[in-house]
């Protein structure tokens, strides 16, 4: 079975520190992809990136960057710089070529304090 | 330009009674989804359609009745609503139906059962 482990239920930082969320996933899957989308008080799901099981590069874009790890199954997800427009709930999720479904996981809430 | 619209954005109505959530997507996608988000911000799939076919059920009541009259829309019609169906109902919509691709999501129609 498909799961997504976000440990991290609520975090709080003062603005402009740096902040990881993590992520940890389970699948038999050889082929999968994991997401991060943002969800901010406006309740919107926004997109935040994409990576498939063959590429392990991580990504920065901006302030944010991504470690993937397939030796820990973990996808974490760094800010840098922390902003108060930072604050949302952000989601990890999941899925394969198998299954026809992106599978969250239940999500960090983050705060930034000014 | 709107690219996955649901309507209502807010729902509120008595128990028992039967509604509807409408959704179109004009990104010319090939796969719809609902998504349920509970009051702890947990997504969970209900649905999936690709091409007006269902492909993913994951064991909703059959009060729930998706309908997909064409490619481009996805409506979820809900009967005998309840009180535990109070929740955020997000329509999403991706080009392929083997989860690599991401998924575009609607602003979310907040149903509230009293």
């Known amino acids: 079975a498909q799961k997504v482990t976000q440990a991290q239920t609520e975090i709080s930082v003062v603005e402009k520190e740096d902040v990881t969320l993590d992520c940890v996933y389970e699948t038999r899957d050889t082929t999968y992809y994991l997401f991060w989308y943002k969800q901010p008080p406006s309740g919107e799901l926004v997109f935040l990136i994409r990576?498939?099981?063959?590429?392990?590069q991580n990504e920065i874009s901006g302030r944010y960057s991504w470690n993937f790890q397939k030796s820990t199954s973990s996808f974490n997800f760094t800010i840098t710089a922390s902003q108060v427009v930072d604050s949302a709930v952000y989601f990890c999720?999941?899925?394969?070529?198998?299954?026809?479904?992106?599978?969250f996981g239940k999500g960090t809430r983050l705060h930034i304090l000014p | 330009d709107t690219a996955v619209s649901q309507t209502p954005k807010y729902l509120v109505t008595q128990m028992g009674n039967d509604k509807s959530i409408k959704c179109e997507q004009n990104l010319g996608h090939d796969t719809m989804y609902w998504y349920k988000q509970d009051s702890k911000k947990f997504l969970k799939i209900m649905f999936s359609?690709?091409?007006?076919?269902?492909?993913i059920n994951e064991t909703v009541p059959n009060r729930f009745s998706p309908k997909s009259p064409d490619k481009a829309h996805l409506n979820l019609h809900i009967n005998s609503l309840e009180l535990g169906d109070s929740a955020v109902y997000f329509c999403?919509?991706?080009?392929?139906?083997?989860?690599?691709?991401?998924?575009?999501f609607g602003q979310g129609t907040r149903l509230t059962v009293v």
């Open positions: 999720a999941l899925s394969s070529n198998r299954d026809d479904k992106i599978i």
């Open positions: 999403a919509s991706s080009q392929d139906r083997d989860g690599g691709d991401k998924a575009f």
């Open positions: 990576r498939n099981s063959f590429d392990e």
């Open positions: 359609y690709n091409n007006k076919e269902l492909i």
